[in-house]
C-alpha cells in the first residue's frame, strides 16, 4: 500500500467494488458488505452476471500494477539472492515480479498454480495463495463459497490442498516473518493457521503497525499459534515497506563486512606477494 505502487487496501476495494454494483444494477450491495471485501465476494458469487461484473469490471484492476514500492524491492531482492527460503502473499497484484525485473530478473514467476511450485528456478518461490491478477482469474480466491457449497470450484478447491501440503513443508522449522498481520480473508486465516500448527516455528516476527491487542483481535487462532510455548515472538509497530527497506539494508550491510573479513587473508597474502616483488625489483 506504500507509495509510488499505494495499492488498495481490502476496504478501499470493497468500496469501490460496490459503488460499481450499484451503478450497473441500481440497487445497493446488502449492509455490512460496502467495506467488507470477502462479504461482499459472497455476495457477487451468488449471481453469475454480478459475479463476471466483479471479476472483470467492478475491480479496478490497473491499481494492482505499476511502480513498486521500497518493501516489493526488498522482497524480490531477497527472492532473487537466497536471503528469505521462500515468500507467501495472498495479495493479487504484480509488483514484487515488476521489481524483480528491474532488478535484473526479466523472467521471474510467481507459483499460482500445481506444479509451478516445484518448478526449478534460480530464485526462491514466491507463492500466492489467492491468485494472481495477470493469470487465470476464474481461479483467483475471494470468498469461502468458492471452496464449500453449492457452487464451489473444484479446482480452487484442489490448489488450496496443494498449497497447504507445499507449505507444511517448506516452513518446517524455518522462522517466519509476517508482514502486515494475516490476512482480510478469514478462510485464508484459518488456512494458513492449520499450516503454522505443524511447522514449529523458532521465531515469529509480525510487521504491523496496529497495537497488539487489535492484531490478536484479528485472527486469535493465528496468534495463539505465533505467541505459543517455546517461540520468540516479536511485534514491530511500523510500515511493513519501512521494515523491509532496512532489512535489505541490514543485511546488505552485513553480506558485504562477512566479504571483507574472509577477504582479509587472501588481501595480505597479495600484499606480501607485492612487498616481495618490489624488494627484487629494487634489488
Not at 155 to 171: F, P, S, V, Y
Request: with cysteine; hydrophobic share 40%.
Amino acid at each position: 500500500m506504500a507509495a509510488p505502487s499505494s495499492a488498495p487496501s481490502a476496504r478501499e476495494v470493497a468500496i469501490q467494488v460496490s459503488r460499481k454494483c450499484r451503478e450497473t444494477t441500481g440497487n445497493p450491495v446488502p449492509e455490512g458488505c460496502e467495506e467488507d471485501i470477502e462479504k461482499l465476494a459472497s455476495f457477487c458469487y451468488g449471481s453469475p452476471a454480478l459475479w463476471s461484473g466483479f471479476r472483470d469490471q467492478y475491480v479496478d484492476w490497473k491499481r494492482f500494477k505499476g511502480v513498486p514500492n521500497s518493501g516489493h524491492f526488498a522482497i524480490a531482492d531477497f527472492l532473487g539472492c537466497a536471503a528469505a527460503d521462500s515468500a507467501i502473499t495472498t495479495n493479487v497484484d504484480i509488483f514484487i515480479e515488476e521489481a524483480a525485473e528491474r532488478l535484473g530478473e526479466p523472467d521471474f514467476q510467481a507459483a499460482v498454480e500445481g506444479e509451478e511450485m516445484t518448478r526449478v528456478h534460480e530464485y526462491r518461490p514466491l507463492l500466492k495463495v489467492h491468485g494472481c491478477m495477470s493469470r487465470n482469474r476464474d481461479l483467483t480466491l475471494w470468498c469461502h463459497g468458492q471452496i464449500a457449497g453449492e457452487r464451489k470450484n473444484p479446482a480452487i478447491e484442489e490448489q488450496l490442498a496443494r498449497w497447504k501440503t507445499w507449505l507444511k513443508g517448506r516452513l518446517l522449522g524455518k522462522d517466519l516473518l509476517f508482514v502486515g498481520f494475516w490476512s482480510d480473508w478469514a478462510h485464508l486465516n484459518d488456512i494458513l493457521g492449520s499450516v503454522i500448527d505443524g511447522v514449529q516455528p523458532r521465531l515469529v516476527y509480525v510487521v504491523d503497525p496496529a497495537p497488539l491487542e487489535l492484531i490478536e483481535e484479528k485472527a486469535p487462532g493465528l496468534f495463539s499459534l505465533a505467541t505459543g510455548e517455546g517461540v520468540i515472538f516479536k511485534h514491530v509497530q511500523t510500515s511493513g515497506a519501512d521494515f523491509l527497506n532496512d532489512l535489505r539494508k541490514t543485511l546488505s550491510v552485513s553480506f558485504f563486512e562477512r566479504l571483507f573479513s574472509q577477504s582479509v587473508g587472501t588481501y595480505h597474502g597479495y600484499q606480501i606477494v607485492d612487498e616481495e616483488k618490489l624488494r627484487a625489483n629494487h634489488c
